[in-house]
């Protein structure tokens, strides 16, 4: 985490001394999962929990209306998942808990403006950096079951690279703010096949949320 703030503050402090087109982006986001099992007796529901998202972002100007903006972007994401999983013969598998992820997102977006207000569209990559799962799981068998707490990191379970799509809307405010929302989906499962303890291993994608504000160095507007 530490590292990562160190690489956003120097792309910063970069910016600064740029005078129109870098900027930087902060903001709010709400995470949920897709849900597809791969194994009949298999179960798996998510819910969306709110995180966070900072980032430096640079606008290359096309034409009068259109722009390419790279960014790199930090993101913590968190989610609810409770899975059940009885396709064993001889036991069982539930869990409650929360999966909380942190990301390095590589947006690089095809923005078009119309007055005041833009729409953006492109590919992202993403930087799985930590994850780290908190519940309660059980355990049965022909002998019976126990429940158990656990609070564990999880960076190795899962996917650690994965590609999206993102799509967003916008309007650019005076003295160089902007507002806007961002909806990504992910194309690749976030689940392993490396998984070392019991879990779902169908397929998760990732579905984020994000409003922003931001603000460019040197606008005029």
Known sequence: MRSVLLTLGSLLLAASGAQAQFGIRAGLNTTTLTTKAVRTGQEGSAKARTGYQVGVFYEQKLSEHLAVVPELQFSRQSTNLDIEDYSVADGGYAAMYKLQTSYLHLP??????????????????????????????????????????????????????????????????????????????????????????????????????????????????
Not at 149 to 170: C, E, H, I, K, N
């Open 108 to 221: 690089v977006l095809m923005r078009g403006h119309v007055g005041r207000f833009y729409a953006e569209l492109g590919p992202q990559a993403s930087l799985l950096v930590a994850a780290h799962e908190k519940g309660t799981e059980t355990i049965g068998s022909f002998s019976g079951s126990y429940s158990r707490a656990f609070d564990r990191p999880a960076t190795d379970q899962y996917r650690r690279f994965d590609v999206g799509v993102v799509a967003g809307l916008g309007v650019q405010l005076p003295a160089g703010l902007a507002i806007g929302i961002r909806a990504s989906t992910g194309l690749l499962s976030l689940t392993s096949a490396q998984r070392s303890h019991p879990g779902y291993d169908g397929e998760l994608r990732s579905q984020v949320l994000q409003a922003s504000v931001s603000y460019q160095f040197g606008s005029r507007s």
